[in-house]
């Protein structure tokens, strides 16, 4: 990712809708585990983070860029910066990583999710989250540095292939697919999606979007077709 699209995610993510529908997925996935060592790879502006620390883990920020970096160094985010395919960390060392749109950054990403399994104790949990459907890929994919956007089964496949074992999957923004296509058809047609989408709405369609999403917590959809998909899995070995 670009430095200025760190620097702008930062400024939003504290008040936009995916940002803090996101933390609120990350306080779900972590409610039923004991606290313990956490790694937030990829963590830019810091905002998942600092959720962990909220909730008692000793967690600490990867990144690889020197923006990404100095943001979490600037919110007094302990911060490790280094690539996610060869984590400096002795092995069995962490009980949590979490990787929130990082894969799809990542050529390698064979080597990132090997890394973390080694990095992982037994028992311990790895969250991920990837953009979904080649589809979907527009300027904003370009925009953010996304190599790719995964199939479910695609990523289903990396995970088991490096060891691990799947404890929950589902889609993510499944009400809103058909705005996110639509507006990135539009925008790369009319050569307005020049861009990420990392924009800042204002207030009432910020919690008119949070409150879409929202609802997704409360509804069967998570085995239709969304923006994202959330993977659970758990390292036994």
């Not at 008692?56 to 690539?83: F, H, K, M, P, T």
Request: proline share 5%; aromatic share 6%; hydrophobic share 45%.
């Amino acid at each position: 990712m670009e430095s200025h699209e760190v620097r702008l995610l930062t400024q939003v993510e504290d008040r936009h809708w995916w940002y803090a529908e996101r933390r609120e997925l990350l306080r779900r996935a972590i409610a039923g585990l004991a606290p313990g060592d956490a790694l937030d790879i990829g963590a830019a502006g810091g905002g998942n983070t600092r959720v962990l620390l909220q909730h008692g883990w000793r967690a600490a920020a990867l990144e690889y860029g020197a923006e990404g970096a100095r943001v979490c160094a600037e919110r007094a985010i302990s911060v490790v910066r280094a690539d996610a395919t060869a984590l400096p960390l002795a092995p069995a060392s962490l009980d949590l990583v979490v990787a929130f749109d990082v894969l799809e950054h990542i050529p390698d990403d064979k080597s990132a999710v090997v890394s973390v399994f080694e990095a992982l104790r037994p028992g311990g949990t790895f969250l991920v989250a990837v953009p979904v459907d080649m589809r979907l890929w527009s300027a904003h994919d370009e925009a953010v540095g996304h190599v790719r956007r995964y199939s479910r089964s695609e990523l289903t496949d990396l995970l088991t292939g490096a060891g691990f074992v799947l404890e929950d999957v589902r889609s993510w923004m499944v009400l809103l697919r058909p705005a996110v296509a639509l507006r990135r058809w539009l925008g790369d047609r009319l050569g307005s999606g020049s861009g990420s989408d990392l924009d800042d709405p204002p207030s009432w369609l910020n919690r008119v979007l949070g409150g879409v999403v929202a609802a997704e917590r409360h509804l069967p959809v998570g085995s239709l077709p969304g923006v994202s998909v959330l993977v659970r899995a758990r390292k036994f070995a």
